[in-house]
Structure formats: structure tokens, C-alpha cells
């Protein structure tokens, strides 16, 4: 009767056991939405003839009427086991889609898998203008949208020492000394990059904030340009931003304004050799002005320097250097330390 | 002795199945990469000086240099309970991206979940030139982008009855009767619409073809725009594309190189109203001219009208009609009929 009652047990355990290694990722839900924008209407325009596909019939193109616009994407992942006790929102920077959170461009999991694996209900979002949120037409935004060359991000994100630094031959590049980030995979990390507008910001705040609406109290974890963002957002909805991990912010949010923050905990981290670039260290300025201005409200902000801690080499692409899980456990043990992990 | 063992083998009993129940997803890994693309050069430009976000320094713009276009993001799944025998790819159609096969605009599973579920390993791409994709500049793609209104899909995706059938009051619209798409949330599917090019079909087939390359063999699943692309990246790579499931295929392959896919069987499936509407009788009658040559070869094509197994009511849009799983089962039976299923 015993051994009968185990073997039965067991292969209860055991078919279970299949459906659930320790490396695997088991999520109560996944699935994606839109947020935010809204409608506008073109009138007066010509109605033109197109083929929409090479042999397909003619169909008409009416460039009048109504349009969406100005909509934010959104993916989200449930882990089963959550342990975060608030959504973990992921804003990335600009010329970039929430593709920067997933598997880095050599192949390794990203902070997306990482904080999921760590119970973190994670909403990765790709910016207005961005990725899956679409873009709108000229009569919408003015401005054309901005390339990014191969050069540029290996040049301004302390990948490469600064202008000069690229060059077609991976060989003749001249990266940091000890920069963790993958060098071999640098041509796969600008198949990420997007145009960019630079007339946009407030409607890529706005559908932020409309998803700050939908789906908080939660943390956000900002990037570069997602980082003033971010701060704006809170600013906004200080009752709803939990609290702040800002990766290296391009800029910050209104030090006039920075009082909204002060229950909100803010956790700013930057990588290695920020001293030696001049538009790095304008932007850490900006940075500790809004710090300051939150602490003199009453409120509380962190600044990691990484190679203070130890940790060098790292790029303003972080979250995919060599060392990613390293700086993602730094973030972590922030958020076990202000009570935001069960 | 007996009440002690069985107490530990409940209790370790109950901490695996709460790492995963039956409605739990078991991923054994997800990610995403970037595949094909090229690198152009752009040169003979003026330098300008750009502020990248507002309160920021101001940074060179140098729009000279190398360029990554072309390229295409791919996110995957892989569940535990691997059943599908190949990896099972989702190409979307014109003026969408990969959201098409996530969560419905009304907020229910879609395909991507549901063919998880099935066992499948899903690749989920967003074609050249849409969404995390990414886009070029003029310099590489002629034409402007076309935008879409919101009327344009309610009438040519047979949701409402044909052209005059959308009304900007959601209560003046004229769908098609019984009609299986969430109406209520047709507002909300126009925000997964991105803007798409006429001129980049050459492009965007290299990029499927590079994918296929990497991950293949492999069954397509395709839909709209995509479904020409899907014959075509088969007749380019019979060996490697073993089965082809196209979804309302706007247009398809070449019918002269269609005796390539003589050896993987093609499943077309359609939804309701085709009859009524002379673009989708042109769009099938090239589909059915293509399923002909295919046979004429000696390989195997089914055609499905699910009006005629008792299916009513589908849009083009049917993998987020409210009825999207009884077609996903449609198909999952379709592929286990191929042995393509354990």
C-alpha cells in the first residue's frame, strides 16, 4: 500500500518535474498591447492607384481620413513565481526598440530573461516613433527622422575611445581598454538601431504616462533617453512610480519639479570612463542636479558609479556587456534593499 | 512513517506544481536576434549640430558613413513540451508587424500563444522595414512610406461590407454579417498599423531567406503579404521550408518555379465573404492558379474555405477573429495529418 502510494507520488513528481526544469522560464501569462495616441484627420489630399503587392490587382490609396497615431507597444511576461512585488516597466534609449532588454547582440540572455527568471512581472515597451509602436507621417511630426551610422553609438556610447575611434575593419577599431562590451557582435548590435525624430517628446511622455496608468504602481528601469522619460513620468504620477532604477540618464527630468519624487526611491547607475567624455559628464551633471534637488525634498536617490563598486569596462549599453547579469544583480539587490522584493 | 513520507512528497508535490500548472507557458528558453541586412555607405553630406534630448548638449551629426539597412527582427519561444517537429516561423501581413499573431486587440490569447501551447517552437518576425526592424532613409528606399487610415482596413480586411462601410461612430459601421472580428476593439487593432513601403519586396524576401538559412528546416506560417513571400523564400529553399501554411495569401509565388514545392505540402486557408469582394476572388484566383502548378508538379496543396467546414463569419484578421482558436485547431490538424507533430 506504501510503495503503491509512493510510485504513484512520484510519477506525479516526476511528469511535473518534466514540465519544469530550474533553467526553464514558466510564465502565468504573455501577451502584448497598445497604449495611448490618438486619432487625427487628413483631408483634401489626391487619391492614387497602388499595387500593393508585385502582381497583385490595382487598389485605390486614399490618403484621406482618419489615422492612429502616436501609439506605444508593449510586451509583457508573467513568471509564475513572482517576487517582485510591483511591475518592472523597461523604457529603452533613443534610436533603440525593447529589443535592447532581450538577448544581447552576442547571443546571451538580456535583463528582460534575467529579471523575469528573478519574478519580476516585466513590461518591455518600445517608445513612441519606435519598433512596433509605428511611426506617424510628416503631417504629424515635423522633422525628418535621424539615421544612425555604424560609427556613432561605438563612438558616443563608450564602446570605442571617443571620436576616431571606428573603423570598417574590426580589427583597426580602438575600443576602451577592458570593455566588457562584446566587441565580435557589434555589427549585430546596429541591426537594433532605428531612426529616431527629435521632435517628439511629448508624445512619446504622454503614451509613457498612459501606460504608467494602465499598469501601475510599478518600478520603472529607464535607459539614456528613456531616463528623462522616466523621471517625467514619475513626476507626473508620483502616486503610481514606485521607484526609479535610471541606467545612465541622457539628461534628467525639471529639477523645478523634482519634489514629486520624494517617496519615490531613485537608483541611478553609470558604467566606466564617463570622466573622459565631455557629453557623458554634462549629462551626469544634469543628472545629480535633479538628485540633489529630489534629496533637498525629503527624498532618496542612489548613484552607483560601477567601477567605484569594482566593476569596470562597462558601456552605456550595459545591459548587454559581457557582464550584464553582474550589473542586473547590483539593480536587484537595490530593489531587495527598499522593499519592493518578497 | 507512512504520514511523514507522504506530507514531504505533498509538499514537494505542491512547490513544483506551483511552478507550473496547466495553464502556466514552460519555456525552455525565449530570446530574439536581427538577421540579414547590408551595409551601405552614404557620403558627400553636411555635418550638423543636433540636441538629442531637450536640456542635453548639443552632439555632431555626421549622416555620412556606414549604414546597417535591410535587416529583420526575430523573437522566439521554445517550449518545454516540444511536440511541432520543426521550428514553426509566423510571417505577418502588409502595414503589420509580429503583434499580429500576439494578443488580440480584445485582449484574448492569439496564435503565438496558442501554437506554444501546441508544443511549437514559434519564431515571430517583424518583416524588413517594419516595426523592431527597423527602417532606411531615401538614399537606399525610393518612394515614401504609405500610411493607413483607419477606414482602410475596416473595408478591405472584410470586417465591414466594402468601401463605405466604415463610419468614424463605431455604432454607423456596417460589418459584415456576423462578422467574427471583436469590433469593439477595432480601434484598438489600428494601433498595431505601421506605415510600409511599395518598393522593398526585394528586400524584405532576402531577409526571410536569411532567416530560413538560420533556423530551417522549418514549417512557415504566413499571412496576407506574407504568403507571397513565404512561396517565394520556399521555391528559393525547398529543402529547407518542409510545409507552408498561408493564410489568406495576398498574391503568391511564381507559378513557373512553383514545381519546387513539390515535396512540402501547402495548406491555404481562407475566410468568409471572399466571394463578395473582387479584390480577394483576384488575390485567390492567382492562389488557386499557383495551388495548380504546384500539383501539376506532383506535390500536395489543401484549400480550405472555412465557410464550407462551417466556419462563418472570419475576416482577413482571422487569427484575432473571436473565433481564432477553433482556425488554430484547424491548422494544428493539418499539421499532425503531415506528420509534423509528435
Redesign the interface.
Known amino acids: 500500500m506504501?510503495r503503491q502510494?509512493?510510485a504513484g507520488?512520484?510519477l506525479?513528481?516526476a511528469a511535473?518535474?518534466?514540465?519544469?526544469?530550474e533553467?526553464?522560464?514558466?510564465?502565468?501569462?504573455?501577451?502584448?498591447?497598445?497604449v495611448g495616441?490618438r486619432?487625427i484627420e487628413i483631408s483634401g489630399r489626391p487619391v492614387t492607384e497602388?499595387?500593393?503587392?508585385?502582381?497583385?490587382?490595382p487598389?485605390t490609396?486614399?490618403?484621406?481620413?482618419?489615422?492612429?497615431v502616436e501609439?506605444m507597444?508593449v510586451?509583457y511576461?508573467l513568471p509564475?513565481?513572482r517576487r517582485g512585488r510591483l511591475p518592472l516597466l523597461m523604457w529603452h534609449g533613443?534610436g533603440l526598440?525593447?529589443?535592447t532588454y532581450?538577448?544581447t547582440p552576442d547571443?546571451r540572455?538580456?535583463w528582460l530573461?534575467m529579471f523575469v527568471r528573478n519574478g519580476w512581472d516585466v513590461y518591455v515597451s518600445?517608445a513612441v516613433e519606435r519598433?512596433?509602436s509605428?511611426?506617424?507621417?510628416p503631417d504629424v511630426w515635423k522633422g525628418e527622422p535621424?539615421?544612425?551610422?555604424?560609427?556613432?553609438p561605438f563612438e558616443?556610447f563608450r564602446i570605442g575611445a571617443g571620436v576616431g575611434s571606428f573603423d570598417?575593419d574590426p580589427a583597426k577599431r580602438k575600443p576602451l581598454p577592458g570593455t566588457q562590451f562584446p566587441l565580435e557582435a557589434y555589427?549585430?548590435f546596429?541591426?537594433?538601431?532605428?531612426?529616431r525624430w527629435?521632435t517628439t517628446?511629448d508624445a512619446v511622455l504622454a503614451a509613457y504616462i498612459a501606460l504608467v496608468d494602465r499598469v501601475c504602481p510599478c518600478v520603472l528601469l529607464t535607459h539614456s533617453?528613456g531616463g528623462?522619460f522616466g523621471f517625467k513620468a514619475a513626476q507626473a504620477r508620483p502616486d503610481k512610480v514606485k521607484a526609479v532604477v535610471a541606467v545612465e540618464p541622457?539628461?534628467?527630468g525639471n529639477v523645478d519639479k523634482a519634489a514629486a519624487l520624494k517617496d519615490s526611491p531613485v537608483l541611478m547607475v553609470f558604467g566606466d570612463y564617463v570622466d573622459q567624455d565631455?557629453?557623458w559628464v554634462?549629462?551626469r551633471k544634469?543628472d545629480l542636479g535633479y538628485a540633489a534637488a529630489i534629496r533637498t525634498a525629503g527624498g532618496s536617490v542612489d548613484v552607483i558609479s560601477l567601477p567605484d563598486i569594482g566593476i569596470k569596462g562597462n558601456s552605456h549599453m550595459m545591459m548587454m556587456d559581457r557582464n550584464n547579469s553582474v550589473i542586473a544583480d547590483v539593480i536587484q539587490k537595490w530593489l531587495v534593499g527598499k522593499q519592493l522584493v518578497d
Not at 511535473?16 to 526544469?21: N, R
Open positions: 506504501r502510494l509512493s507520488l512520484l506525479a513528481l511535473t518535474a518534466a514540465a519544469a526544469d533553467d526553464d522560464i514558466v510564465l502565468r501569462g504573455m501577451g502584448s498591447f497598445h495616441g486619432v497602388i499595387v500593393r503587392v508585385p502582381g497583385g490587382p487598389s490609396l486614399d490618403p484621406n481620413g482618419r489615422y492612429q501609439q507597444y510586451q511576461f509564475k513565481n533613443g526598440t525593447g529589443a532581450e538577448t547571443g540572455e538580456g530573461n518600445d519598433g512596433r509605428g511611426f506617424a507621417s535621424v539615421f544612425i551610422t555604424q560609427t556613432d558616443r570598417r555589427e549585430n546596429t541591426k537594433q538601431i532605428v531612426p527629435l517628446d533617453q528623462p541622457a539628461s534628467a565631455s557629453r554634462s549629462y544634469t
